[in-house]
């Protein structure tokens, strides 16, 4: 194989990356503003978690 061959195969492998993407991307299951909420929750709770401050009964001082 003469390596100008590899020109149009790493040509096509980055076209097919780039239309996997966008129509990932584009897929209805994934929506930005309830996944940055959701990440905000998990961080809010993550923060009262290290600071100690914990709702369950059974963790009283």
């Known amino acids: ?7 149009p195969i ?3 492998i980055v076209i097919s990356l ?3 993407f ?3 991307s584009g897929a209805a299951e994934i929506d930005v503003e309830n996944a940055r909420e959701r990440f905000r929750e998990e961080e809010d709770w993550r923060g009262l978690h290290r600071s100690g401050i914990d709702v369950a009964p ?3 001082r």
């Open 58 to 60: 059974h963790r009283q």
């Open 10 to 12: 790493a040509a096509v």
């Open 18 to 20: 780039c239309g996997l």
């Open 22 to 24: 966008r129509w990932a």
């Open 1 to 7: 194989m003469h390596w100008w061959m590899l020109i």
